[in-house]
């Protein structure tokens, strides 16, 4: 019994741990996705993602970016037309699409957006999400 008992403490344990251990391949992701920002985003939702008042949403402790991910990749692949409300005020700006970046530009980007300005959005993008998009 007390064998048994053990082996679920360090079990338990270990997975606690590692449950609080980030995720290398999603810090590499957020990482690349700063620099994909910094040449394809920035321009409009700029440096410290806080958007244009009353002209491009922020990204920085926004809830719209709580959407589901297979909304995120589409808006990112295919751009975003009519209103929009982004932290309860109305944008009502054009984004065109992104679908010339390559999916690991564009899963890159949405973890680092996701991760940023105060966001800490659970889950990691993957660029096999994003090809499975593209279809």
Same mark, same amino acid.
């Given at each position: ?58 990204? /920085? ?12 990749? /589409? ?21 065109? /699409? ?38």
């Amino acid at each position: 019994m007390i064998r048994v008992s053990t082996i679920t403490v360090i079990t338990f344990g270990i997975f606690l741990l590692s449950s609080f251990m980030p995720d290398p391949n999603l810090n590499e992701s957020i990482k690349r996705g700063k620099e994909v920002y910094a040449l394809y985003c920035q321009n409009c939702h700029m440096e410290d993602g806080k958007g244009m008042p009353e002209v491009n949403p922020p990204l /920085a402790k926004a809830d719209y970016i709580k959407k589901p991910v297979k909304t995120l990749i /589409a808006i990112v692949l295919k751009g975003q037309t009519g209103e929009v409300v982004v932290n309860g005020k109305k944008y009502n700006a054009i984004m065109q /699409a992104q679908d010339y970046l390559t999916d690991i530009q564009i899963a890159d980007v949405l973890n680092y957006t996701r991760n940023s300005w105060g966001n800490k959005i659970p889950g990691t993008i993957t660029p096999a999400m994003v090809k499975a998009m593209r279809k």
